[in-house]
């Protein structure tokens, strides 16, 4: 029996990586592809800065088709809705079923993403969807995941977060007001290592930078 096919909506972050983890342990659901947003001014993936080199090396890991949907810089939302809704059509016509997001409990992007999707033959999926996170951070780290926090809002987290290691440490310096995923947008990461992986990748930290009030930690292959 052929299984549904799906797509991960690839952030290059621990949240995307460990649903796809946890889809392919499920086994319910084919994963044959990554789709990410790329801003095309600057070659990194949106929002989390992270560059295309280490993306294309993400999905090389992770044995998975890379999908790239290019975006300007600032990004109009009718801009940035109609590649996207030229993706969904192309997954579409390609025999995908289902979309793998990893949000975990803010309502409101659920429901867009829910709204966006209905009525063009793909269905949702949120494997990680209302976790405690603190439990699911242990079990992110215990599943052998590593990453480094790309990004961080400055309004909640210092400049010196941005290039850390995602690790207990890390976890224990949050201020009490930070979710341990960062899924109020605190902090977004990059992962080299886990299940989800054939092998590590071998990326370093680089140069950290300020801009619109977020810290960059710029990370590096080699």
Not at 65 to 76: G, H
């Amino acid at each position: 029996m052929s299984r549904p096919k799906a797509l991960i909506s690839w952030s290059s972050g621990k949240d995307s990586a460990f649903a796809l983890h946890e889809v392919r342990r499920a086994g319910e659901l084919e994963v044959v592809g990554a789709l990410t947003t790329v801003t095309e001014t600057f070659g990194r993936v949106s929002i989390h800065g992270v560059r295309e080199e280490i993306l294309r090396a993400q999905c090389e890991a992770a044995g998975l088709p890379q999908l790239t949907v290019r975006i300007p810089y600032p990004c109009p939302n009718e801009v940035y809705e109609a590649r996207m809704g030229e993706a969904v059509s192309q997954a579409v016509r390609d025999g995908i079923t289902h979309m793998i997001f990893g949000d975990l409990f803010l309502a409101d992007i659920r429901a867009y993403r829910e709204q966006k999707l209905a009525g063009t033959g793909i269905t949702p999926v949120f494997p990680l969807w209302e976790r405690p996170t603190e439990e699911l951070a242990a079990a992110m780290l215990a599943s052998g995941l590593e990453a480094y926090l790309a990004t961080v809002d400055l309004k909640k987290l210092p400049a010196e977060f941005a290039g850390r290691t995602f690790d207990a440490r890390l976890l224990a310096d949050l201020p009490a007001s930070v979710d341990p995923c960062g899924e109020n947008g605190e902090f977004h990461t990059c992962v080299v290592a886990g299940p989800m992986f054939k092998h590590r990748l071998a990326v370093t930290t680089g140069e950290r930078v300020e801009r619109d009030g977020y810290a960059y930690c710029d990370l590096v292959i080699g």
